[in-house]
């Protein structure tokens, strides 16, 4: 019944920067952790970034100092994204998430991130 719905993806040069927006539909509570995750292809899907219900975050060490992530209420949460460099280029999810890490809803279909020159 809750659906998460990402946008803000695009097309930037290396240095650049993006603000990605994941917008959450139906029942969803404020109690929720949510994460962003990546996948560029050959590659699995990893977790980017986090931000629990406290308010508290975490970041994989390959964004740290250059992603933050943030949430201005239950529905809607947000990945600015500075610096971006190609190693950058997957597409972006998101999604609620366990203590551990792990996710729980239904994938989106996410939001493509190209840094390219």
């Known amino acids: 019944q809750v659906e998460l719905v990402e946008s803000g993806g695009g097309l930037v040069q290396p240095g650049g920067s993006l603000r990605l927006s994941c917008a959450a539909s139906g029942s969803f509570s404020s109690s929720n952790n949510v994460g962003w995750w990546r996948q560029a292809p050959g590659k699995e899907r990893e977790l980017v970034a986090r931000?629990?219900?406290?308010?508290?975050t975490g970041y994989a060490d390959s964004v740290k100092g250059r992603f933050t992530i943030s949430r201005t209420n239950a529905k809607n949460i947000y990945l600015q994204m500075n610096s971006l460099k190609p190693e950058d280029t997957a597409v972006y999810y998101c999604?609620?998430?366990?203590?551990?890490?792990?996710?729980?809803?239904?994938w989106g279909q996410g939001t493509q991130v190209t840094v390219s020159s």
């Open positions: 931000i629990n219900a406290d308010g508290t």
């Open positions: 999604n609620t998430l366990t203590r551990l890490g792990t996710p729980l809803l239904s």
